[in-house]
């Protein structure tokens, strides 16, 4: 099973569980050859040597196998506490053909929780547009994975029409009720109300602020929201969360769409480096192993 399984295929397949324990099993296997090379051989049960601590801990079988020293994880250190949060408003669900971002951010999660099952550690879903949908608690059993995968599989279906995003309240709600020091990993297309951005900032910061690690992935089918290639002939081009629609040719609008997507996403990854959220832009085209490295990434940083 390749990581670039096409969008299509996974709504009409339907199974999430299935698909991510193969997209998780073979990018394991790649990492072989990636610089993580020695996370795929117990990647649940180390870390990496720090310069200056003892060398008590180190697993010398293992850096018999991949010339890179590993200690072993305590169990208190191998417990995560992960909140993948899914940001469900209808510009989500764009492109219609297959609801792309939607079912890129449900197979993205489902990856996630996958392997954070693998792990032994702790996983919470949350999906929202102005309010909370589903909120689950936080925990690594088995029936409790296996709920998540069913609620991931329920959101590819049809969905309600003119949703608007409040992610900032949402985000707000979801710092107060989360005790412990945890990852939150949000799935969003950002398109909330431009004049509500420094609101957004406000809920970012306060995750930051109670001491939470936060993974933002940015979902955008860059193809036609960021470069709009459209091709030159007249389109209705409809706001799925107002239903407001405008009828007119690309090129009319191209440059000036362009300049005002850049600045504000430039915006966006700029304010997120401020706070010191990892903001990574991922595009449904490029498949998941963009999700499954930003993980891997934070995960080596997390104490």
């Known amino acids: 099973m390749k990581e670039t399984l096409n969008l299509g295929q996974i709504r009409s397949f339907g199974n999430v569980e299935f698909l991510a324990r193969q997209l998780v099993e073979g990018f394991i296997t790649g990492l072989h050859k990636s610089p993580f090379h020695g996370f795929s051989v117990e990647f649940a049960e ?6 200056g601590e003892t060398t008590r801990h180190i697993d010398w079988k293992v850096y018999g196998k991949t010339e890179k020293l590993f200690v072993k994880r305590y169990e208190e250190e191998t417990n995560l506490r992960c909140h993948l949060l899914i940001d469900t408003s209808s510009s989500m669900y764009y492109p219609e053909a297959n609801y792309g971002k939607m079912t890129f951010s449900v197979m993205a999660a489902a990856c996630l929780a996958y392997m954070l099952q693998r792990q032994k550690d702790a996983v919470s879903l949350t999906t929202f547009a ?5 909120q689950t608690p936080v925990k690594s059993t088995p029936s409790h994975i296996h709920k998540l995968f069913t609620q991931l599989d329920q959101l590819m279906q ?3 029409p003119l949703r608007k995003t409040s992610a900032a309240d949402v985000i707000h709600q979801v710092a107060e009720k989360i005790n412990k020091r945890s990852l939150v990993v949000i799935f969003s297309d950002m398109f909330e109300n431009v004049e509500k951005a420094d609101a957004l900032f406000s809920a970012l910061q306060h995750l930051r602020h109670n001491l939470h690690e936060v993974l933002l992935f940015h979902v955008t089918d860059k193809k036609t929201e960021e ?4 091709d030159e002939r007249p389109y209705e081009f409809v706001d799925l969360e107002t239903g407001e629609s405008v009828k007119l040719q690309p090129g009319q609008v191209r440059e000036t769409y362009q300049e005002a997507v850049k600045s504000y996403f430039q915006d966006l990854k700029m304010r997120c480096g401020q ?4 903001f990574i832009e991922a595009d449904i085209a490029q498949g998941f192993d963009q999700i499954l490295t930003s993980y891997l990434v934070k995960r080596t940083k997390m104490k």
């Open 130 to 134: 102005d309010t909370i949908d589903v």
């Open 275 to 278: 706070y010191k959220i990892d």
């Open 158 to 160: 049809q969905p309600k």
């Open 227 to 230: 470069e709009f290639a459209f």
């Open 46 to 51: 180390h870390r990496l040597y720090n310069t």
